[in-house]
T-cell receptor, first 112, second 110 residues
């Protein structure tokens, strides 16, 4: 009964390092999303995907790239991490764009 | 004007109180509406979907007012365990991108 799984749960990076966050869902959902949450800012959409092989920019896409090579996986990449990317990252999926979201447990990322 | 707006609070209420939150949205083409609950920066969890006719789940009642473009959440007989942040989510018509409000903080005290 996995649902949405995010890895890693915690990560500390130095400025300029790169990393990839993995989101995997086992519910055969078409839609997948990456959000970041900062204090007082709510959840802001970084990128999203409406199906395998598709990606689109959200509200705050700069500094991030994504890929959806397989339907069940949605990867978020930081090519050159910056302190402004220190945040909590949540992945979510849904069966359709107007349906409820299922969330992963989040990734706490600190960039020093 | 932000797409989805909520009063951040905090709403500080005693146990047993009734409390209500509103959430306004700017896009009249919005198609679906939800309330999520979030505890201490953990992942948000669905509390209720919001339907045009209104819906109730135990102590929680959600309503939608399309004419005034807001949704509401009413919590009756508040419990200590209701202390959390309540997030309003609105899905825009067409692109169906879920947009979050900043959340309303509720603190229920003894």
């Amino acid at each position: 009964n996995a649902g949405v799984t995010q890895t890693p749960k915690f990560r500390v990076l130095k400025t300029g390092q790169s990393m990839t966050l993995l989101c995997a869902q086992d519910m055969n959902h078409e839609y997948m999303y990456w959000y970041r949450q900062d204090p007082g800012m709510g959840l802001r959409l970084i990128h999203y995907s409406v199906g395998e092989g598709t990606t689109a920019k959200g509200e705050v896409p700069d500094g991030y790239n994504v890929s959806r090579l397989k339907k069940q996986n949605f990867l978020l990449g930081l090519e050159s991490a910056a302190p402004s990317q220190t945040s909590v990252y949540f992945c979510a999926s849904s069966s359709a764009g107007y349906e409820k979201l299922f969330f992963g447990s989040g990734t706490q990322l600190s960039v020093l | 004007r932000k797409e989805v707006e909520q009063d951040p609070g905090p709403f500080n209420v005693p146990e047993g109180a009734t409390v209500a939150f509103n959430c306004t949205y700017s896009n009249s083409a919005s198609q679906s509406f939800f309330w999520y609950r979030q505890d201490c920066r953990k992942e948000p969890k669905l509390l209720m979907s919001v339907y045009s006719s209104g819906n109730e789940d135990g102590r929680f009642t959600a309503q939608l007012n399309r004419a005034s473009q807001y949704i509401s959440l009413l919590i009756r007989d508040s419990k200590l365990s209701d202390s959390a942040t309540y997030l309003c989510v609105v899905n825009k018509g067409g692109s169906y991108i879920p947009t979050f409000g900043r959340g309303t903080s509720l603190i229920v005290h003894p």
